[in-house]
Nanobody, 121 residues
Framework: VQLQASGGGLVTPGGSLRLSCTAS????????RAWYRQGAGKQRELVAT???????KYADSVKDRFTILRSSNWRSVFLQMDALTPEDTGVYYC????????????????WGQGTLVTVSS
C-alpha cells in the first residue's frame, strides 16, 4: 500500500490547516494509522494516532488543538490542526500499520512522503 500525504503549506500563527493521507487501496488490514512530524534539527515525533475501531491518542503538545479523523472506508486519515504556533512547523508524515505496546507507539512500515507545514507571520 502507498500513502499520499497532502495539505501542508504556509499559515500564520493562530491559523488552521487540514492534512490528508490517502492510501492507494482499501485492501489492507492495518488497524492503526498515525501522523508524525519532524522539525528542523529535531527528531521525528508522534503527533496523533487513530485506530480503525475509533480510539484516538494525541501528543501532549497538540492535545485540544489537533484532531485526527478518518474516512468511513478507512482509506483516508486527516489531521485537523487549529491554533497553530511556530513550534508546529515541520514536515508531517503519515504512517500505517503501527502498534501500541507498554504505552509506546511503534510506527508501521508504510510512510507517506511528508508534507511541509510552516507557521510564520
Amino acid at each position: 500500500v502507498q500513502l499520499q500525504a497532502s495539505g501542508g503549506g504556509l499559515v500564520t500563527p493562530g491559523g488552521s490547516l487540514r492534512l490528508s493521507c490517502t492510501a492507494s487501496t482499501t485492501d489492507f488490514d492495518y488497524r492503526k494509522r498515525a501522523w508524525y512530524r519532524q522539525g528542523a534539527g529535531k527528531q521525528r515525533e508522534l503527533v496523533a494516532t487513530i485506530s480503525r475501531d475509533g480510539p484516538k491518542k494525541y501528543a501532549d503538545s497538540v492535545k485540544d488543538r489537533f484532531t485526527i479523523l478518518r474516512s468511513s472506508n478507512w482509506r483516508s486519515v486527516f489531521l485537523q490542526m487549529d491554533a497553530l504556533t511556530p513550534e508546529d512547523t515541520g514536515v508531517y508524515y503519515c504512517n500505517a500499520g503501527g502498534s501500541w505496546s507498554g504505552g509506546v507507539y511503534s510506527p508501521g512500515d508504510f510512510w507517506g512522503q511528508g508534507t511541509l507545514v510552516t507557521v510564520s507571520s
